[in-house]
């Protein structure tokens, strides 16, 4: 079988950061847990992290990846809750959900159609674009200068019909991506295809 090399630079999936706590360095306070991620279309990627106060309110806030220290296993490290704006209404805040990325196709500049959008890999420091999951359990890694990410689809050159790769394996948490950590465990399709 075939081992997916994830490298140190790649901190871990759009869809991992779901599972974080989010806590302030200075007050040493947990804020609360990640609800939504937001993509910036034009620079390809993450723009900043909608989150929710889990145990006393149902307040959600923003923050913005520039105010972020560090993008633990089981953590987003801000620096200070001062970074924090609270929010009413997502929809006014820019960029793309990843929510609502997830509905996109993957097409090539040519027409073809290499699958359905699931999740997608981040540079640490940057927070840009690296690879890109699929519905069907296939990646491809990708430069941001080459990709565009519309309404409706994210548009890839054409040669990277060639250069798709089937994760058959894949590392457990951010740490041991980040550490180069090389226990994995397989992945096991049942009869329909599904991925357990």
């Not at 947990?30 to 989150?51: Q, R, W």
């Not at 840009?128 to 200068?145: G, Q, R, T």
């Amino acid at each position: 079988m075939e081992k997916v090399e994830l490298t140190k630079t790649n901190v871990g999936k759009f869809t991992e950061l779901k599972k974080l706590m989010v806590i302030s360095r200075d007050e040493g306070k947990i804020l609360g847990k990640v609800l939504n991620i937001f993509i910036n279309p034009e620079e390809k990627s993450l723009s900043g992290i909608v989150a929710k106060d889990e145990f006393w309110s149902r307040e959600r806030f923003y923050f913005s990846m520039k105010d972020v220290e560090t993008v633990g296993e089981d953590i987003i490290l801000l620096n200070s809750e001062k970074s924090c704006q609270k929010i009413a209404d997502e929809s006014k805040l820019s960029g793309i959900s990843l929510d609502k990325l997830q509905n996109h196709s993957v097409i090539t500049d040519d027409g073809k159609n290499l699958g359905e959008f699931k999740d997608a890999n981040f540079r640490a420091g940057t927070w840009e674009i690296s690879e890109i999951f699929m519905d069907d359990n296939s990646f491809l890694k990708v430069e941001v200068a080459q990709i565009k990410i519309g309404e409706d689809e994210i548009l890839v050159p054409a040669t990277y019909a060639l250069n798709i790769e089937k994760n058959v394996k894949d590392k457990k948490g951010l740490l041991s991506r980040l550490m180069g950590d090389e226990k994995s465990e397989d992945s096991v399709s049942d009869s329909k295809g599904k991925v357990h």
